[in-house]
């Protein structure tokens, strides 16, 4: 679908919400799991170039984050000691990550993702 145009359908808008409604639903209530939703329905969906696809997941879910990490800090539910511990290693792996995206084929990106799926999906079943 590359970049959308402003003649989107309203049926097209729809899909679009709900996919980021579901995505907001799953991060805010599981922590985790709502780019992976956001990265499914653009490739699959939306017929979304995977590199560009990953990385609009990611902006798309940064305010979602936001808004569900308030909610959480509000109600006491954030380790504070653990944040800082993790983000330190996270924001190196981060910018990592990102450099890697672009330079990494497509199709090796794809079979990451899957890996990813399979180990997560295994991990929360145990």
């Given at each position: 679908?590359?970049?959308?145009?402003?003649?989107?359908?309203?049926?097209?808008?729809?899909?679009?919400?709900?996919?980021?409604?579901?995505?907001?639903?799953?991060?805010?209530?599981?922590?985790?799991?709502?780019?992976?939703?956001?990265?499914?329905?653009?490739?699959?969906?939306?017929?979304?170039?995977?590199?560009?696809?990953?990385?609009?997941?990611?902006?798309?879910?940064?305010?979602?984050?936001?808004?569900?990490?308030?909610?959480?800090?509000?109600?006491?539910?954030?380790?504070w000691s653990l944040l800082w511990k993790v983000s330190v290693?996270?924001?190196?792996?981060?910018?990592?990550?990102?450099?890697?995206?672009?330079?990494?084929?497509p199709k090796l990106i794809k079979k990451l993702f899957g890996?990813?799926?399979?180990?997560?999906?295994?991990?929360?079943?145990?």
């Amino acid at each position: 679908m590359g970049d959308i145009e402003q003649g989107i359908s309203y049926k097209q808008k729809l899909k679009f919400a709900l996919a980021g409604f579901l995505a907001g639903l799953v991060n805010g209530l599981l922590g985790s799991g709502g780019g992976i939703l956001i990265v499914l329905y653009l490739t699959i969906i939306a017929k979304e170039e995977r590199k560009k696809a990953q990385a609009t997941a990611i902006a798309i879910i940064l305010p979602l984050t936001i808004l569900s990490s308030v909610i959480y800090f509000k109600s006491g539910f954030v380790d504070w000691s653990l944040l800082w511990k993790v983000s330190v290693g996270g924001v190196a792996g981060a910018i990592l990550g990102a450099v890697l995206l672009n330079k990494l084929r497509p199709k090796l990106i794809k079979k990451l993702f899957g890996v990813f799926l399979v180990i997560a999906g295994i991990r929360m079943l145990l």
